[in-house]
C-alpha cells in the first residue's frame, strides 16, 4: 500500500463525530490516573470506558495506555495525542462557546499580554474607561517584553508595538508610536545640544540594547550603520532609562507613549527632530480569528479603534506641536 492510499485509509477512519466522545474519554483517563476514576466522573460504566479507550486505540492503530493493576502509563503516542486533543477540545468548546454568545454583552476575564512599559504606562487606564461601558469583565495582564505566542499561551489579546507584525494572527492596527532623542533641560545646559545625530558620540548616552535602530547612521550608500556611542547607561527597560534622562544622565531614545507627559511638562526636551519620521512602528492588537466572535474580546478591540480614531494621547506632543518642531530644536541649541 502506498503512503497516500495510507493516509486516505487513516482519514477514514477518524473522520466520524464519533471520534470527539472518545477523546474526551480518553483526556478524562489521563488526568483522573484511572479508568475507574474517569467513569464515575463521566457517569459511566467502567467496562464502557475501557471498550471507548480499545476502540480508539484500534481507529488509530497505536497503544495509547498501558494498563497495570495499580496505575497507567502513557506511551510516547498517547503523550502526542493527549496534548494535542486537549487543546482541540478547548479550541471546539471555545468555538462553540462564541457562537453561542456572538450578540450577548461582554463578559468573564479578558487576558492581555503587552510590554512591561505599555502595560504601566497606559493599560489600566486604558481598561478603566473600557469597564464603564462592559462592567461584567475583569482583566488578567501579563507585563512580558518576550513575544508570546498565543497558539501556545492562553491569552485573548497581545497589544505590540512593532514595524514587522507577525503575519500568522489576525491584527488590528491601533495606532502610530514614534520614537524620539530627547534630555533633560538641565543636562542640555549643562552639555549642550548636538546638532545632528552624529554627534552624540560627544555625549552620554542611555542605550536599551534590544532597540537597534535608535543609536545608527545612514551610510553613502543608505545603509543603516551602528552609531560608535560609548553609552553611559545600558538598560533593558526604556522605564529606567526613561528615570536616568530624568535625573539628567544624559540623551535617550524613547517612544512617545512613555514620553508624552514629560514632553508637555517640558521635563524632558526633545532634540535632533528632523529624525523623529524616521523610527514610527505601530501599536498592535493581535489575536486568534477563532476568538474574535468572544464578546469581550471583539469589544475591547473595537474601544482601542475608537479610542485612538483621531489619535493616541501620547501623539498628542506630536499632532499639536508639529509647527513648533524647528523652533523647539533652535531653542535647546541656545
Known amino acids: 500500500m502506498s503512503v497516500n492510499s495510507k ?39 467502567p467496562s464502557s470506558v475501557s471498550r471507548t479507550l480499545a476502540k480508539l486505540e484500534e481507529q488509530l492503530g497505536v497503544i495509547l495506555i498501558k494498563r497495570t493493576t495499580r496505575h497507567i502509563v502513557l506511551t510516547d503516542a498517547g503523550q502526542y495525542l493527549y496534548l494535542r486533543a486537549q487543546n482541540l477540545l478547548i479550541n471546539l468548546n ?20 503587552c510590554s512591561i512599559a ?19 469583565v475583569s482583566l488578567s495582564v501579563d507585563l512580558n517584553d518576550h513575544l508570546v505566542n498565543l497558539n501556545e499561551e492562553n491569552f485573548d ?9 507577525p503575519l500568522n494572527f489576525a491584527m488590528r492596527k491601533i495606532s502610530e508610536i514614534h520614537w524620539l532623542y530627547c534630555a533633560s533641560p538641565h543636562y542640555l ?10 554627534e552624540l558620540i560627544h555625549y552620554d548616552c542611555l542605550v536599551n540594547p534590544n532597540v537597534s535602530h535608535a543609536w545608527v547612521i545612514k551610510d553613502s550608500l543608505g545603509n543603516n550603520v551602528p552609531l560608535r556611542i560609548t ?3 545600558q538598560a533593558n527597560s526604556s522605564l529606567a532609562l526613561l528615570q536616568a534622562a530624568l535625573n539628567h544622565q544624559g540623551i535617550v531614545c524613547l517612544p512617545t507613549y512613555i514620553l508624552g507627559d514629560y514632553l508637555q511638562s517640558k521635563a524632558l526636551i526633545p532634540i535632533l527632530l528632523n529624525h523623529h519620521n524616521e523610527s514610527i512602528y505601530h501599536l498592535y492588537a493581535l489575536y486568534c480569528p477563532s476568538k474574535y466572535n468572544d464578546p ?18 501620547w501623539a498628542e506632543w506630536i499632532n499639536h506641536n508639529q509647527n513648533a518642531h524647528t523652533q523647539c530644536f533652535d531653542k535647546t541649541k541656545s
Open 94 to 113: 471555545e468555538s462553540l462557546t462564541n457562537t453561542a454568545s456572538f450578540y450577548k454583552h461582554p463578559q468573564g476575564e479578558l487576558k492581555i499580554t
Open 189 to 198: 545646559t549643562l552639555k549642550g545640544t548636538p546638532k545632528n545625530i552624529e
Open 231 to 233: 553609552p553611559l547607561i
Open 157 to 165: 489579546i497581545a497589544l505590540r508595538i512593532t514595524q514587522n507584525p
Open 118 to 136: 505599555f502595560g504601566t504606562c497606559h493599560l489600566m487606564k486604558l481598561f478603566s474607561e473600557y469597564r464603564m461601558i462592559t462592567p461584567d
Open 296 to 313: 469581550k474580546i471583539r469589544s475591547f478591540i473595537d474601544f482601542l479603534m475608537i479610542k485612538f480614531q483621531d489619535y493616541a494621547p
Open 7 to 45: 493516509k486516505m485509509t487513516f482519514k477514514s477512519k477518524i473522520d466520524n463525530y464519533t471520534i470527539f466522545k472518545r477523546l474526551e474519554v480518553f483526556i478524562k483517563i489521563v488526568e483522573c490516573n484511572s479508568l475507574s476514576i474517569a467513569a464515575q466522573k463521566l457517569s459511566l460504566a
